[in-house]
């Protein structure tokens, strides 16, 4: 898993603090979380091939997460592209976007699908045989979900000595991978775990912006490989946070403790701060492995 | 009148080629014309200060002229404005904007007013005493507008020391700077040109963008200070400005030329081309006065 944060800055686009945008890459795919004003030119700007981008998911319909679709959807039809695109995102997206489309009469030559999302229990969006996507709902002043990314487990590794060892007939190998047990040539049953590894474990991100403390989705993210949970105040602020249904960097660790993740990434700073620095250091008196999200900063999942 | 471009390329935002928006500072105006996406941080950028734009002038409702709008409606939000805002451009832009203020729960707290244009004949739209702001109807695949910024003829000057030699009551002062004839003290008749000198010449700043070769709007535009020309092609592709309903430069410059414009500033280049030297110099086998815009280039009119 890779997460490459195109802007990680609540509220206003300025010059060097883009509002929410960030792409995962796992499994082949390549997904675009949230797409601000800008975020088109930040997705050339750190060289992603974004015409790879098929799946396109929208927490909510504020402008610092949605203002920048529309263009990245023209600009697809502008670059001749003719490959489908999915748009996930709360009811009312559909029009907004088809609505500026036919104003301009720009409607788009590829095919185009919008999947909105209006319920508060979470979802799955998105299968295929090695990923799930999942809605996480969130506590915001509009309606919003987060999105857990989740790998599936992958096939058991074969240990090839083991099974030449027990005499398994190599048409056995794609069944065992998948854990089923073997038949030597000489038609003795051999349990699986005896000529197999377990795969590598699956991995998931959880992304949960914008939403007011909300320990209601702990046990949808435990155990995520990451956590990016926003951050928009400093604890002295948690007033703010309060009145504008956001978190402040403690509530963010406190949900990271409680999920037990990995790694803990905070973003979407309010621009009152001079300095991200600080949100670090009052996260990790909660919870120790955070990370600051930064425009232009790639994790390695 | 000073003259900011913030964007003056066609098409897709990309991270040095921004679409189209220009500031017109004229007689203690601020005019924002065009709003493309990323707008609102060019205007930082820029350092202009826009919390004095009261009007904003859309050509038409394709994204490289009008995706940044929301955002920049939005911003004036979140900066807490009171100040009106009107906004002035083709119908289906209030629908447009005040759709996604409403999903995102957004509606400003300022007055915010829409003047929508639906009009194929020249109206004016913004009017006071020293000032007039007219449409232009322009040719382009959706109903377009350029725009004519008109200082109005200013207050003659007095010649004083003619006045005082006249025996000019200085009451009558203010009258004659406004043209009117005077009394001297001994009740003889003084002409108005003897004691005034005329006011300095009114300018003129005429946007057209974006459009067709239409020499039809040349009768509307003469003797204009400067005249903005989409050049989004060169003449080697007209055929590309004939399809898409844009301009060569060449064609900017006949229409400079016709109209006997002072200044022509070309713009809204296509991307295909790797410099706009060619530009300028294509203008200027038909048309000597020629300029290129520039992100962020200043002109003083």
Redesign the interface.
């Given at each position: 898993m890779k997460l490459t944060i195109l802007g990680c800055h609540s509220?206003?686009?300025?010059?060097d603090a883009n509002p929410t945008a960030q792409v995962l890459e796992v499994k082949g795919h390549l997904f675009l979380i949230d797409c601000a004003?800008?975020t088109?030119?930040q997705l050339?700007?750190f060289k992603v091939k974004f015409s790879r981008l098929k799946h396109i998911f929208i927490s909510?319909?504020?402008?610092d997460h949605f203002?920048?679709l529309?263009?990245l959807i023209?600009?697809f039809r502008?670059?001749g592209r003719e490959a489908e695109l999915h748009v996930h995102g709360?009811k009312?997206?559909k029009?907004?976007i088809l609505?500026?489309l036919k104003?301009?009469?720009?409607y788009t030559n590829y095919p185009l699908y919008f999947h909105e999302l209006e319920s508060k229990e979470p979802q799955v969006v998105f299968e295929d045989e090695k990923l799930s996507i999942t809605t996480i709902p969130l506590d915001h002043?509009?309606y919003t979900n987060g999105f857990l990314f989740q790998e599936k487990l992958g096939e058991r590794s074969l240990h090839i000595e083991k099974a030449r060892e027990l005499n398994v007939e190599m048409s056995y190998y794609r069944k065992i991978k998948q854990g089923e047990d073997a038949i030597s040539k000489d038609g003795k049953r051999i349990k699986n775990e005896l000529i197999t590894f377990d795969p590598p474990p699956a991995k998931s991100y959880a992304y949960c912006s914008d939403t007011a403390y909300f320990p209601q989705l702990v046990p949808q993210i435990e155990n995520a490989t990451a956590l990016y949970h926003e951050a928009t105040f400093l604890d002295k602020d948690h007033h703010l946070a309060e009145k504008t249904k956001h978190s402040t960097a403690k509530e963010a660790a406190v949900i990271a403790k409680k999920a037990k993740v990995g790694t803990l990434i905070l973003g979407h700073y309010s621009g009152r701060y001079s300095s991200t620095e600080s949100f670090k250091t009052e996260a990790q008196t909660i919870f120790p492995n955070v990370q600051l999200a930064e425009d232009g900063k790639v994790f390695e999942l």
């Open positions: 509220a206003t686009p300025r010059w004003e800008g088109q030119v050339r700007r909510h319909l504020h402008g203002f920048g529309v263009g023209s600009t502008l670059l709360p009312g997206i029009e907004a609505l500026q104003l301009g009469k720009s002043r509009v």
